[in-house]
């Protein structure tokens, strides 16, 4: 594997500026997205609405743009879980759905689409968004594949500083030969990929086997299922302890990437 493994310390402090226990503000809908944002007019890509969820401080230097898995929204308990602790260490959150999640709002039980056909839609989000300073975009799960797919094409265009994955979907549960990595080797764009070591879509030793591009730092989060929750009676760490060590970790690398 030639992609770069992080270790996190035995247990992480909260954030600065953060107490024990402090609430975080609610996700809040701006007044663009509110009104709705049409995204995906150019010829081959889907129509959509793209409403987006923040989180973290309007004012931050850098901004994480995050789609959704496969099969759950983009306000999933995972995924506030998550964005929730990377606004406490100072990012700004942007949410979006594609629109086949969309349409499921509405009562359309749409199945997700391949991931490579996703790609116009989250390129579309990019543009949409606008934001200022500097953008990482990622995702959990398959938000976070057709981000690493989209990345290089908008690295390389100064339109993004990084690629951010929470819970990578290397291969299908139970399925490891079906491997979703052919593209990752040769990554141009900085990415960190935050992994539980038991990850049923790409565990550790399985993904310690991998031909992975120097670009992609990885953070393994001890005993973290795909939604990087560990078992505390096996591992002595909490949700909220890997939580920390995510937006720390997150923060740090950001930091190099994008001083």
């Known amino acids: 594997m030639c992609g770069r493994t992080i270790l996190p310390a035995a247990k992480q402090c909260q954030p600065p500026g953060t107490r024990r226990g402090a609430t975080v503000a609610a996700p809040e809908h701006c007044a663009a997205a509110e009104a ?23 004012d931050a230097r850098a901004t994480i743009l995050l789609a959704h898995g496969a099969g759950a929204p983009m306000d999933s308990a995972s995924m506030n879980a998550a964005a929730a602790a990377l606004a406490a260490a100072g990012f700004r959150l942007a949410r979006f759905e594609f629109a086949y999640m969309a349409a499921r ?7 997700p689409p391949r991931a490579e056909t996703l790609i116009p839609e989250y390129r579309a989000a990019v543009a949409a968004l606008a934001a200022p300073g500097s953008l990482f975009i990622g995702g959990k799960s398959m938000g976070g594949r057709v981000a690493s797919m989209a990345a290089d094409e908008l690295h390389a265009a100064g339109r993004i500083a990084g690629l951010i994955c929470l819970g990578y979907p290397f291969h299908p549960p139970d399925k490891p030969e079906q491997l979703r990595t052919a593209h990752l080797a040769a990554l141009a764009t900085p990415a960190l990929i935050c992994q539980g070591t038991r990850d049923e879509f790409g565990t550790r030793p399985e993904v310690q086997a991998y031909a992975l591009s120097p ?6 989060l001890e005993d973290g299922d795909h939604d990087l929750k560990p078992r505390k009676s096996v591992s002595g760490f ?3 302890d890997h939580l920390r060590t995510l937006a720390e970790t997150a923060r740090a690398w950001a930091q190099r990437v994008a001083p």
């Open 215 to 220: 670009s992609i730092e990885i953070l393994w």
């Open 105 to 111: 709002r509405s009562g359309q039980a749409k199945p």
């Open 36 to 58: 709705g944002i049409a995204l995906g007019h150019a010829k081959g890509v889907r129509d959509m609405t793209a409403s987006f969820l923040f989180d973290g401080p309007a």
């Open 238 to 240: 909490t949700a909220a």
